[in-house]
């Protein structure tokens, strides 16, 4: 009896070779991504939260039109946005806020608020502390909060705050990777207007 052999469609083996393709790697996130959505406002308050008298309006300087959130100081209270994101587990986070006050900008005398911060200062502190800063920033971490500070000129021209966080938990509470954070910025009490043009959270500048 002769023994009969069967051959190995080549089918077959192409396929295995066509899914897993020469040379394909995961991309590595980019580091000066913006971390927070609708950092621009183009689409107005959304994605981000408030607190206080806010709303979206649209400006125009040098033939320009854009769209800025308006925060309206109050008397007894402090006016804030804040945004959750995603982010990689990082021991350092660069911030920039683009912002101006209006004419009649006034930072007001509530009680319970802290003195005022060094401006682009680096703050630790538990729990959450409000001081007499003409802008705050706040970031969560395990079991406390950074914080830095900007200056705003009555009337004055869009100013950046810039500032770099470092020393941030890799873990969070549960240990777990520290992977979502939360951003607030915040506006004292007072009076007048401040205007945020952009708002940019990225692992490297």
Same mark, same amino acid.
């Given at each position: 009896? !002769?023994?009969?052999?069967? %051959?190995?469609? #080549?089918?077959a083996? =192409?396929?295995?070779?066509?899914?897993?393709?020469?040379?394909? *790697?995961?991309?590595?996130?980019?580091p000066?991504?913006?971390?927070?959505?609708?950092?621009? #406002?183009?689409?107005?308050?959304?994605k981000w939260?408030?607190?206080?008298?806010?709303?979206?309006?649209?400006? *125009?300087? %040098?033939?320009e039109?854009? @769209?800025?959130?308006?925060?309206?100081?109050? /008397?007894?209270? !402090?006016?804030?946005?804040?945004?959750? #994101?995603?982010?990689?587990?990082?021991?350092?986070?660069?911030?920039?806020i683009?912002?101006?006050?209006?004419?009649?900008?006034?930072?007001?005398?509530?009680?319970?608020?802290?003195?005022?911060m060094?401006?682009?200062?680096?703050?630790?502190?538990?729990p959450?502390?409000r !001081?007499?800063?003409d802008?705050?920033v706040?970031?969560? /971490? @395990? =079991?406390?909060?950074?914080? !830095?500070? =900007?200056?705003?000129?009555?009337g =004055?021209?869009? @100013?950046?705050?810039?500032?770099?966080?470092?020393?941030l938990?890799?873990?969070?509470?549960?240990?777990?990777?520290f /992977?979502?954070?939360?951003? #607030?910025?915040?506006?004292?009490?007072?009076e007048?207007?401040?205007?945020?043009?952009?708002?940019?959270?990225?692992?490297?500048?």
């Amino acid at each position: 009896m !002769t023994a009969r052999c069967r %051959s190995v469609p #080549f089918l077959a083996l =192409g396929l295995l070779l066509v899914a897993a393709p020469a040379g394909a *790697e995961e991309t590595a996130p980019d580091p000066t991504a913006n971390l927070v959505a609708n950092g621009d #406002f183009k689409e107005g308050e959304s994605k981000w939260k408030t607190s206080g008298r806010i709303k979206d309006v649209e400006l *125009e300087e %040098s033939g320009e039109k854009f @769209t800025v959130l308006e925060l309206s100081l109050r /008397d007894d209270d !402090t006016t804030e946005i804040w945004q959750e #994101f995603d982010v990689k587990p990082s021991k350092r986070l660069h911030i920039e806020i683009v912002a101006k006050a209006s004419e009649d900008f006034k930072v007001g005398g509530m009680r319970g608020l802290e003195p005022k911060m060094k401006v682009k200062g680096s703050y630790l502190w538990y729990p959450k502390r409000r !001081t007499r800063n003409d802008l705050l920033v706040e970031i969560n /971490d @395990t =079991g406390h909060w950074h914080y !830095t500070a =900007g200056k705003l000129k009555p009337g =004055g021209d869009w @100013t950046t705050l810039s500032h770099n966080f470092r020393n941030l938990s890799l873990e969070n509470a549960r240990g777990r990777d520290f /992977d979502e954070r939360e951003m #607030f910025i915040i506006a004292p009490p007072g009076e007048g207007k401040i205007w945020i043009k952009s708002v940019r959270v990225s692992l490297k500048k």
